[in-house]
């Protein structure tokens, strides 16, 4: 399926680069989610350097994004955590609520136009379900069972990106 996703990515004008080496996920994102990440993600993940729509505002997170962001105005892959934390501010059982809701939920995909949202994939389950602003953590619901599911989902167009 990941093959066939990434060729109907392409086909729908997304600039989806191939990675000339998987890029390894660091080991602080690992050692946080590795345990249970799909391999079916890994391997989607790993073939790619870049994928995004054209206007940059839609992106899988792929091997590079994991990378520490370099300037200020790159996002980082845990940037809706980082914001919800800021909101949190010094509330710390809010910031523990932000926290604890992100180490069960792995980010794979941003989006920043119109609104701000999401999809994760559920380490407790491996179902992926989505959230939009302002509340990322409250809103969440599953939207497929898995990886391969939210895949063939998309491409069917029971859900848009």
């Not at 919800?84 to 180490?103: C, I, M, N, P, S």
């Amino acid at each position: 399926m990941v093959d066939e996703f990434i060729q109907w990515l392409s086909a729908q004008n997304w600039k989806v680069i191939p990675a000339e080496t998987a890029t390894p996920i660091p080991e602080d994102v690992l050692s946080r989610y590795g345990h249970a990440i799909p391999q079916s993600w890994l391997n989607f993940a790993g073939k790619l350097a870049k994928c995004e729509d054209q206007t940059g505002n839609k992106w899988f997170l792929v091997g590079p994004d994991f990378k520490p962001a370099k300037t200020e105005d790159d996002w980082s892959w845990n940037e809706l955590e980082l914001m919800g934390l800021d909101a949190a501010g010094k509330d710390k059982k809010w910031a523990k609520e932000v926290t604890d809701f992100w180490d069960t939920h792995f980010p794979i995909y941003l989006c920043t136009d119109p609104e701000y949202y999401y999809y994760a994939i559920d380490i407790e389950d491996g179902s992926v379900i989505t959230s939009t602003e302002p509340d990322f953590e409250e809103r969440a619901k599953h939207v497929a069972g898995s990886f391969p599911e939210f895949l063939a989902k998309i491409v069917s167009g029971a859900i848009k990106l």
